[in-house]
């Protein structure tokens, strides 16, 4: 009798707490929502990150946070999130070198497959090699046949190590068979005050973009399938001469494990709804972001395609972090 009480009562307690939970995950949000973001304020991932907590604050009338947590190729922020309540409250922005390349260059402190849930892809952006004009370089072909004669004179700026941004740098160097000087930084815009004087010569960020238009920088190549609209008389990678070489940046929400299924699924179903309004296309294009509405399912996918991908190219080029 004593026991069949016991267990009634623990059956009890587990139906209210699931409903309690429940409760929560209709009633979410109902305070501000911190949104993490891994890098220094005025980076791509910034850029892209404010136009999105902006609709978000709007859809669900409560504000999205921008919170910038930069350092140690974006692990720091990341590692804020994983340790944060999985109440929703606290999510990231995050492009996926935090989660797809640094946990295979070196120990984090999280598992980008188990710590974190992926809720929702915000998109693709279409970027590529820019150059300082005083290298006196106009194409890939000149950067290469430069590169050769001269190994590890050319520099090349970074958000960091272990971020897309580095491991283009590598794939490049690994496809063409040249030496470039890396030097990261802590975001892109740290990098980018760098590059404009030409103290470091070579980037590649969707924030370069804007000083290519107002004649600044030179851009080489395109990473991705297709040209970049914006400027369609610049080669992609594969047309450059160099196939393979592409590593794609994207960008994605995501929250710390135990993150209730009930919200994954309300802040992706905004998300959705958002990448097909084309006033938003456009907002996010400024900043070189292409809209696709991806179901958190998959961009799980995509990370675990991303993580095997990548992992491909650090283990043939050796790369290991300075």
Do not use: C
């Amino acid at each position: 009798m004593l026991r069949r009480k016991f267990l009634t009562v623990v059956a009890g307690l587990a139906a209210g707490l699931g409903l309690t939970a429940s409760a929560k995950a209709q009633s979410w949000p109902d305070r501000p929502v911190k949104v993490i973001v891994p890098y220094a304020a005025g980076g791509a991932t910034d850029a892209i990150a404010r136009p999105w907590s902006e609709e978000l604050s709007k859809a669900f009338g409560q504000q999205f946070v921008i919170e910038n947590r930069g350092g140690a190729s974006g692990m720091i922020g990341m590692e804020a999130l994983v340790k944060s309540p999985p109440d929703g409250y606290t999510l990231i922005m995050s492009p996926n070198a935090v989660l797809s390349i640094l946990p295979s260059l070196k120990k984090t402190p999280y598992d980008p497959l188990t710590d974190v849930v992926p809720i929702g892809y915000t998109g693709e952006v279409l970027n590529g090699f820019v150059i300082h004009p005083k290298a006196g370089i106009k194409s890939m072909k000149e950067l290469v046949a430069h590169a050769k004669q001269n190994p590890g004179k050319l520099t090349y700026a970074s958000s960091g190590n272990g971020t897309a941004n580095h491991l283009r740098l590598e794939a490049l160097k690994l496809k063409a068979g040249i030496d470039i000087l890396h030097v990261p930084y802590r975001g892109g815009a740290d990098a980018l005050n760098d590059v404009l004087p030409g103290n470091v010569l070579m980037q590649n960020e969707p924030i370069t973009l804007p000083h290519v238009k107002a004649g600044k920088l030179i851009l080489l190549s395109i990473n991705g399938k297709v040209r970049n609209p914006d400027f369609p008389d610049v080669p992609t990678m594969t047309e450059a001469g160099i196939p393979d070489a592409d590593v794609p940046i994207w960008f994605g929400f995501f929250g710390p494990k135990g993150l209730p299924d009930a919200i994954v699924q309300k802040i992706n179903g905004k998300m959705i709804e958002l990448a097909k309004d084309e006033g938003f296309k456009k907002k996010l294009w400024s900043v070189n972001s292409i809209l696709e509405p991806k179901t958190a399912a998959e961009t799980r996918q995509i990370l675990e395609d991303d993580i095997k991908s990548n992992l491909e190219v650090i283990k043939k080029g050796n790369i290991k972090l300075e």
